[in-house]
């Protein structure tokens, strides 16, 4: 009987924790584990949404190594929605 010896998925392994956090004007964030910065805006790679560029008004700020995110309180501890 033939043992897997190996899997191999393709593809570089996410980094632990990103290099940077996108804080968008819009109030999203991307988390990213490269950039670079031109006339034209910021140029990005995220685990979650590969290459992309933003415009240099969507960056409202730019948080290097930052702590992980904090996931919020359990659904059980939140007030409903009136």
Do not use: N, W, Y
Not at 33 to 48: R, V
Request: a negative charge.
């Amino acid at each position: 009987m033939s043992k897997i010896q190996i899997l191999d998925f393709g593809g570089a392994a996410a980094p632990e924790r990103p290099l940077a956090r996108l804080h968008l004007a819009d109030g999203g964030l991307i988390q990213v584990d490269g950039f670079h910065f031109d006339a034209t805006g910021i140029s990005a790679h995220s685990a979650a949404l590969g290459d992309f560029h933003l415009p240099a008004g969507a960056l409202s700020e730019l948080a290097l190594h930052p702590p992980p995110l904090q996931l919020p309180p359990s659904s059980t501890q939140l007030e409903p929605i009136p």
